[in-house]
């Protein structure tokens, strides 16, 4: 049973750039949701997407965005990066409506973004 | 008053001692919270939910006092491998609600010593 992958695990940008993170969620999971963890932090909820809708967004700016496919699988996108910008980039799977239990997220190793 | 509070710590114990956090919540409807544990540079692992009162899982326990909103974590015989960063997670609305947005704390860092 495939736990959740996410690629790259690390990625190098410059100021103004836009990155592309991609996330693959858990085998039987339809709900993908994206986080921001900096140093010493605990993880900061960016979106939540299921059916292939945001469903939930944190307080983030509309530079970042993202997407979910058919297959479950999503990206998260940020555009005109800056130096706060780095961070681990955590995603966490999830089964959807339905029980209590639909929370329980189980997260896949993150990608490690530095923005120079 | 923050949604979801924790000690940062550092806790530093003995191999064998009990250790204990405590995590208070602001919002009273809250129905979910979790517990994960976190290593250094990984990510976050799913530790123990609580839906009622508490749950136990072999030197682990989850408490949930909902008149004082908090939920602690009791680790017994604690181990050199215990050493992480424990992260408190509350679900503020019910699940009837469809809103999925957890409220992570900063963590507690419990570090096992021999």
């Known amino acids: 049973d495939a736990g959740v992958t996410q690629s790259p695990t690390h990625l190098i940008k410059t100021r103004g750039q836009q990155v592309t993170l991609r996330c693959s969620p858990k085998?039987?999971?339809?709900?993908v949701s994206w986080y921001q963890q900096a140093l010493g932090q605990g993880p900061q909820f960016i979106f939540q997407y299921y059916e292939e809708e945001e469903r939930q967004r944190g307080n983030f700016p509309d530079r970042f965005s993202g997407h979910q496919f058919p297959n479950y699988s999503s990206e998260l996108n940020v555009n005109a990066l800056l130096l706060g910008d780095s961070a681990l980039y955590l995603c966490?799977?999830?089964f959807g409506r339905g029980s209590l239990r639909q929370e329980t997220q189980y997260f896949g190793p993150g990608t490690r973004l530095l923005v120079l | 008053r923050k949604e979801v509070e924790q000690d940062p710590g550092p806790f530093n114990v003995p191999e064998g001692a009990t250790v204990a956090f405590n995590c208070t919540y602001s919002n009273s409807a809250s129905q979910s919270f979790f517990w994960y544990r976190q290593d250094c540079r990984k990510e976050p692992k799913l530790l123990m939910s609580?839906?009622?009162?508490?749950n136990e899982d072999g030197r682990f326990t989850a408490q949930l006092n909902r008149a004082s909103q908090y939920i602690s974590l009791l680790i017994r015989d604690s181990k050199l491998s215990d050493s992480a960063t424990y992260l408190c997670v509350v679900n503020p609305t019910s699940s009837a609600g469809n809103n999925r947005k957890l409220i992570w704390g900063l963590g507690t860092s419990l570090a096992v010593n021999p």
């Open positions: 609580v839906y009622s009162s508490g």
């Open positions: 085998s039987g999971h339809d709900t």
């Open positions: 966490a799977s999830s």
